[in-house]
């Protein structure tokens, strides 16, 4: 079992930065695959950036790329995402996820572990 917890969420203005914590409570973790998602008020999960067990692969969503940096330090098992250049369209519930994959994974089918989310709110 992963126990996910993300944190570093709030409301900024628009042009603004977070950092996007996820801290993973298991002794594997260098073996997880990691994912950022997130969810907007009547919108589906999307998913935002992954990285793979390594840290050495990244993938991120098309409307996301240049703005958006995952990065994770197997050591304090933790998963990082930084976001720049925040708009009002980045408003959102942002959830992590792990799965057992070296590669990264795009598909939020294909994991296995949900963080209960943390709230994005940018305004304009």
């Known amino acids: 079992q992963v126990q996910l917890v993300e944190s570093g969420g709030g409301l900024v203005q628009a042009g603004g930065s977070l950092r996007l914590s996820c801290a993973a409570s298991?002794?594997?973790?260098?073996?997880?695959?990691m994912g950022w998602f997130r969810q907007a008020p009547g919108k589906e999960r999307e998913f935002v950036a992954g990285?793979?067990?390594?840290?050495?692969?990244?993938d991120y969503a098309d409307s996301v790329k240049g703005r958006f940096t995952i990065s994770r330090d197997n050591a304090k098992n933790t998963v990082y995402l930084q976001i720049y250049s925040l708009k009002p369209e980045d408003t959102a519930v942002y959830f992590c996820a792990a799965t057992l994959s070296r590669t990264v994974v795009v598909d939020p089918n294909e994991y296995d572990y949900w963080g209960q989310g943390t709230q994005v709110t940018v305004s304009s």
């Open positions: 990285i793979n067990w390594t840290g050495g692969n990244t």
């Open positions: 298991v002794r594997t973790f260098s073996r997880y695959a």
